[in-house]
């Protein structure tokens, strides 16, 4: 089997891919630019897959977060209930652990959701990660999703995150957006893929 490269050899300057990707389709893109949201529209594909490159906040200290709309865009505040917990290690080594975070998992609540918290915004810090959103267009069943973050937080942490969840709603999820609790979100890019 031959190997293919991409030519512009960097995952968040993907434009098309010279390879098949199976049921795997490349969607869209957004590169952040002191932008205060990134919104995509969603359609009929079984999952959605998002890939997150050097998310890089204005504001320390905050958290990058996701909500969606089911009317196409015009409110966000579908009702969910997450879990979330991470594993973290400090720069110097004197702290490390891992535990289920109460203070950021979610129970039937309408806010914004955690991906990453307390992302910092020193030039040697922010996240990455990827998000899987599941079968957004039903109108029978409620729609899970899962996250895997890793980030380089305000206090010279690293966060490996995990959050997973569902929205509790019948409708069909239209709109996706992504924020921080506060301030914009300096640079990073986010690509979105569908998977049939």
Same mark, same amino acid.
């Given at each position: 089997?031959?190997?293919?490269?991409?030519?512009?050899?960097?995952?968040?300057?993907?434009?098309?891919?010279?390879?098949?990707?199976?049921?795997?389709?490349?969607?869209?893109?957004?590169?952040?630019?002191?932008?205060?949201?990134?919104?995509?529209?969603?359609?009929?594909?079984?999952?959605? =897959?998002? #890939?997150? =490159? *050097?998310?890089?906040?204005?504001?320390? *200290?905050?958290?990058?977060?996701?909500?969606?709309?089911?009317?196409?865009?015009?409110? %966000?505040? =579908?009702?969910?209930?997450?879990? %979330?917990?991470?594993?973290?290690?400090?720069?110097?080594?004197?702290?490390?652990?891992?535990? %289920?975070?109460?203070?950021?998992?979610?129970?039937?609540?309408? *806010?914004?959701?955690?991906?990453? =918290?307390?992302?910092?915004?020193?030039?040697?810090?922010?996240?990455?990660?990827?998000?899987?959103?599941?079968?957004?267009?039903?109108?029978? %069943?409620?729609?899970?999703?899962?996250?895997?973050?890793?980030?380089?937080?305000?206090?010279? #942490?690293?966060?490996?995150?995990?959050?997973?969840?569902?929205?509790?709603?019948?409708?069909?999820?239209?709109?996706?957006?992504?924020?921080?609790?506060?301030?914009?979100?300096?640079?990073?890019?986010?690509?979105?893929?569908?998977?049939?």
């Amino acid at each position: 089997m031959a190997l293919t490269k991409l030519n512009n050899k960097a995952v968040a300057n993907v434009t098309t891919l010279p390879v098949s990707l199976g049921d795997m389709v490349f969607i869209s893109s957004a590169t952040a630019s002191s932008s205060a949201s990134i919104e995509f529209s969603l359609g009929n594909y079984k999952e959605y =897959v998002f #890939y997150f =490159v *050097n998310m890089h906040p204005q504001s320390d *200290n905050y958290h990058f977060q996701f909500q969606t709309s089911i009317d196409n865009g015009s409110t %966000y505040g =579908v009702t969910a209930t997450t879990t %979330y917990f991470q594993a973290y290690h400090r720069e110097d080594g004197g702290v490390s652990g891992f535990g %289920y975070n109460t203070v950021n998992d979610k129970a039937q609540s309408t *806010n914004f959701l955690d991906l990453q =918290v307390q992302v910092g915004n020193g030039n040697d810090e922010g996240t990455s990660g990827i998000l899987h959103l599941f079968n957004p267009s039903s109108q029978t %069943y409620v729609k899970h999703f899962m996250s895997d973050f890793s980030g380089h937080l305000y206090n010279d #942490y690293n966060f490996h995150t995990f959050t997973a969840g569902y929205f509790n709603d019948t409708n069909d999820l239209t709109n996706i957006k992504f924020q921080q609790s506060s301030g914009n979100i300096d640079a990073g890019k986010i690509l979105m893929f569908g998977v049939n």
